[in-house]
């Protein structure tokens, strides 16, 4: 069954207008990607020497383990001989593509903005993160280098998101009550060559640690107005893409490489533990 992601809201009855121009049917012929991705063989679970949960602990076994910290690492697959494990693994694109091939005109994604109902349906959705991971690329996104998206649940922030992982980069989400510290923290961690912000508030927080964030290329906003001209500065509505067709499939992390990347602080000191 189809999923729909509901943003500041509960799925509208009757028509809506979409937030972009509204786009020619999509059909599977039309999308120029490639369905096969690099596929990490599968390899089932090795009997432990000791407790998963103290293994756990310690550092991943040579090889690769289960869990990894590194941004560019490899993780074994955990594969169970029969129900939901042993499913075959599937990249997060594939996932999307397959969805596109059977629910492609169903609504995907609505969002409510003044008042107003938008939606997208799963093809519209999916070509709109493609232009996202295209922008990316353009603007200087590099493998294993994040994205990072500081504000509210938004239609911007869903596109950013997948088109982060479609461009072969990380999404990294950053909580809105960070101060300027703790923002600049989970860039230089990740490693950000883009911010998304929210709004003005948002803007200022990485304008004050921007010297100190030399991996960041470009910031993208999503208001309406930007209130200041700067180089590297961009609009949600006019940042660049590639013209034409581009295709992403070398980029996609492999099936056994991460695509999110999750920065979390405990404490009332900003006690940082290490990412995942």
């Known amino acids: 069954m189809a999923a729909a992601a509901v943003v500041n809201g509960s799925v509208p009855v009757g028509p809506v207008t979409p937030p972009f121009s509204e786009p020619t049917d999509v059909s599977l012929n039309d999308i120029a990607v490639t369905t096969s991705s690099p596929r990490a063989k599968p390899q ?6 000791e407790p998963e949960a103290e293994m756990s602990k310690g550092p991943a076994p040579g090889g690769g383990g289960l869990w990894t910290t ?14 939901m494990g042993s499913e075959i693994p599937i990249t997060v694109h594939d996932l999307f593509l397959a969805t596109v091939q059977k629910y492609g005109h169903f609504p995907a994604l ?17 070509e709109e993160c493609r232009k996202s991971a ?14 990072c998206i500081l504000g509210f649940n938004s239609l911007e922030w869903f596109l950013a998101d997948i088109g982060a992982i479609f461009a072969g980069g990380f ?20 490693g950000a060559n883009i911010i998304v912000v929210e ?20 910031i993208i906003y999503c208001s309406k ?8 500065l961009y609009s949600v509505s006019s940042f660049p893409s590639f ?3 581009l295709d992403l499939q070398p980029e996609f992390p492999q099936l056994n490489q991460a695509a999110v990347k999750v920065n979390s602080h405990v404490g009332f000191y900003g006690l940082f533990p290490p990412s995942v």
């Open 171 to 190: 999404a990294v989400g950053i909580y809105t009550t960070n101060s300027p510290e703790a923002c600049h923290y989970v860039a230089e961690n990740c």
């Open 225 to 232: 107005d930007i209130k200041e001209k700067r180089p590297n």
């Open 70 to 83: 590194k941004r560019d690492g490899e993780v074994k697959l955990r594969m169970d001989a029969s129900g």
């Open 243 to 245: 013209p034409g067709v």
């Open 134 to 147: 295209k922008s990316f690329l353009k603007l200087g996104l590099g493998r294993f280098n994040s994205v």
């Open 44 to 49: 089932p679970q090795q009997p432990a020497e």
């Open 110 to 126: 609505a969002s409510k903005k003044q008042g107003q109902w938008s939606k997208l349906s799963f093809c519209q959705y999916y």
């Open 199 to 218: 709004n003005d508030k948002q803007l200022q927080k990485i304008l004050e640690v921007e010297k100190k964030l030399p991996l960041l290329k470009a």
